[in-house]
């Protein structure tokens, strides 16, 4: 289970780079990054080494932040690997609100970062069908 | 050209006896009929015995908007719901509109006022009447209905709306009197343009535009595009809708039919009487009416009066075109509306301080709102379906309140600055 940072912004200019501004001026280290959008605003969805650091310097500059429990998949980087574990949850009828993806630098492994309504469910199937569900701790690491 | 000469012409001595004697009757009537009333002329230590000229109208109580909310919805009426013959009501200040009521009796007076206004407008019964206020509890559309059918001209009750229908409607029935507010009036001209059709094809001669402030400007722009004379007429529905004050051909000021409402203008800080000539706040007191009779009620709306006798030779005060509020009530698309009415949906939908900021724009000829409103912690989540959904509800639940549509739009939390003082709500980028 990981510990992913929501943030609400303006869709205007320079409301991202404010954020990410103050994160990097309290050394915070962004892992990865989805932005879902709508005309005039989005939430900015971040994976960061210190979450609750994070959650906490953007609150106290006086951003909108919620923390939401993801999933955090390893998948091999290959042709194929995405629609494997995708197969896995779709055979046991689990929705998949949203995801995205980064490379791991230490392997050779895509790691996908999925927010399902049923996260215990969801680990369980993937986890008996032989797919590797990553901790938070590791994420955070990497 | 009178309707009635006799009253509209009548000289200043024969109009304030007249008024004298309507004042006693209507300070007689609210304190022994209407509880509020009661209480407030004996908290000034005033009876109706007391009044014994004109002068000492300064002495009795005011009447406010909070007045009739707090007694919503019948508490002000002077008379038994069983002699109130009609109903209507206009925007209150939270969710609840303020009410006002009508005797068959006050139903007349109304339409011999209304007989008066479109008049003083240019219409008579040879004229085809097209009344695009809207129809139902609003007092536009009615109020000018029955006044027009008081004259006999031909009316076609077409309410808003539908504005391509309308004009083909205006054209094919031969209007010749165009009655709606001033900027759907310039918005219709639009639309002909678009359509091709010149004012000339039309038969439009005059127009009566009110419910909401215009400058001459605008009335300028107005009459050469639709190549009518309009004027301006000033009314609200706690005093009895349209028909309050109208300006004549001379279009200098608007006559206040005084034989019926007793005006005052007041300094809305001190709330003491100003001379004529000098710019306050507008007080009306109702001498007729009998549903909902109000003494010196605020309007809120800033203006002058005028005692020089006009051109046209009726006798009555004129008042200067409204100029601005002493509150922060906004007119959009011919609606009354009030930041609080924001306020009490968000309080509705749970948050308990909300932060959010009214926008006015006039794109092309309309009025469009848009609403700022800062995400709170309850409002956020990682969802933005949810989000989205949320901006929605807000804005249906805001049009039920409001009576019209506005762009709700969720902000970053302090992006609304905050000030010491009152909170800016009103952005009003229209310049009229």
Sequence with gaps: ?142 | MYWNPRCETMSRSELEELQFERLRTVVERTYHNVPFYREAFQNKGVEPGDVKSLDDLKYLPFTTKQDLRDNYPYGLFATPLSEIVRVHASSGTTGKPTVVGYTRQDLNTWAELMARTLTCGGTTKNSVIQIAYGYGLFTGGLGVHYGAERIGASVIPISGGNTKRQIMLMKDFGTNVLACTPSYAIYMAEVMEEMGIKPAELKLKYGIFGAEPWSDNMRKEIESKLGISAIDIYGLSEIIGPGVAAECQCKKGLHVFEDHFIPEIIDPITEQPLPYGQQGELVFTTITKEGIPVIRYRTRDISVLYPEVCECGRTYVRMGRISGRTDDMLIIRGVNVFPSQVESVLLEIGETEPHYQLIVNRVGVLDELEILVEVSDTMFSDNIGGLENLEKTIGNRIETTLGISAKVKLVEPKSIPRSEGKAVRVIDNRKI
Excluded: W
């Excluded at chain 1, 949850?89 to 995205?100: C, D, G, R, S, T």
């Excluded at chain 1, 996908?112 to 938070?136: H, M, N, P, S």
């Design chain 1, 1 to 142: 289970m990981v510990k992913q940072v929501s943030v609400f912004l303006e869709n205007k200019e320079g409301r991202l780079v404010r954020a990410l501004k103050y994160l990097g001026e309290n050394s915070i280290n962004i892992r990865a990054l989805s932005i879902a959008e709508t005309a005039d605003f989005g939430i900015l969805r971040l994976i960061v080494d210190k979450p609750e650091k994070a959650s906490s310097v953007l609150k106290n500059a006086g951003f909108r932040v919620i923390e939401t429990d993801v999933l955090a998949v390893e998948v091999s980087d290959e042709p194929g690997g995405l629609a494997q574990i995708l197969g896995y949850l779709a055979k046991e009828k689990i929705n998949i609100e949203y995801m995205y993806a980064f490379l791991a630098r230490k392997s050779d492994d895509a790691i996908v970062i999925f927010r399902v309504e049923d996260r215990k469910k969801a680990t369980q199937v993937l986890e008996e069908a032989g797919a590797k569900v990553l901790r938070g701790e590791t994420i955070y690491t990497l």
